[in-house]
């Protein structure tokens, strides 16, 4: 059984600084590629960050990496905007398809106070 359980979400001030982390377990993670979306209140999901790319709203803020050794995928944020606020999920798919996202955690929330 797959999972992908988010930590590291919480209040945090503008301007502040999170990490987020995202254990996967059942899969072998290294086959995988992971990403980062979030879902504000009232609005679509949407992507964060990947490997190869990231959200132009997050650029030069936000900086994904991963640890093989611990099957854990990361998400550095910083200069934090209240519009930052929202339901962050992190999402497997398998490196060597063009296949979507088929794996997501349960979110973990982040909330920017101005």
């Known amino acids: 059984q797959v999972q992908l359980v988010e930590s590291g979400g919480g209040l945090v001030q503008a301007g502040g600084s999170l990490r987020l982390s995202c254990a996967a377990s059942?899969?072998?993670?290294?086959?995988?590629?992971m990403g980062w979306f979030r879902q504000a209140p009232g609005k679509e999901r949407e992507f964060v960050a990947s490997?190869?790319s990231y959200a132009d709203s997050v650029k030069g803020r936000f900086t994904i990496s991963r640890d093989n050794a611990k099957n854990t995928v990361y998400l550095q944020m910083s200069s934090l905007k209240p519009e930052d606020t929202a339901v962050y999920y992190c999402?497997?798919?398998?490196?060597?398809?063009?296949?979507?996202?088929?794996?997501w955690g349960q979110g973990t929330q982040v909330t920017v106070s101005s």
């Open positions: 059942g899969l072998p993670f290294s086959s995988y590629s």
């Open positions: 490997r190869t």
């Open positions: 999402a497997a798919r398998e490196s060597a398809t063009n296949r979507g996202y088929k794996y």
